[in-house]
């Protein structure tokens, strides 16, 4: 009795959640998303600057080791775009709106990731920027047609999941 006694008298504590690690869900797409556009647009920018050649696997990696860290910045350019953009071109058609921020998502990536992955494999020298320049120009569709998927596409879907956590 005694036992019964003294849990009875004893403050009770609220159960943990049964599902408390779902908080991961919000760093998924930093580690799934951005390095494969990292990895796509590094290697687009990588071939458009040395064309197939021997070792551009390796060239290819380092370049993507060289532009992975520079994405983050571009991301935090995006959002800080998106909020202001945002309230700008909530008059517009949605859909418009969404083109015009999916360009300028392509035309930020680009810059940023071009500038990264030339200067990894050419350097800086007194070609760099007309060899960035045919880098960020001839790569620049690859980057709308990322930007229209990710914001038509990934974006939503990634929304939704996160919200569900």
Known sequence: MKTSALMSSAPTTPAPSPTPGFRWRRLVPLFTVMPVIGLILSGVITWLNLGWVDGFFGRWMMAF???LPVMPLGFLT???????LGPRLSVWPRVVAQVLLALCTAVVMELLLASAVTLSNQGLSAAFPG???????RSLPVGVVIGLV????IKPRLTRWMAAA
């Open 131 to 137: 060899q960035w320049l045919a880098a960020f120009l």
């Open 65 to 67: 080791a060289t532009a």
């Open 78 to 84: 995006l959002l800080t775009l998106e909020r202001v």
């Open 150 to 153: 990710m914001t038509f596409l």
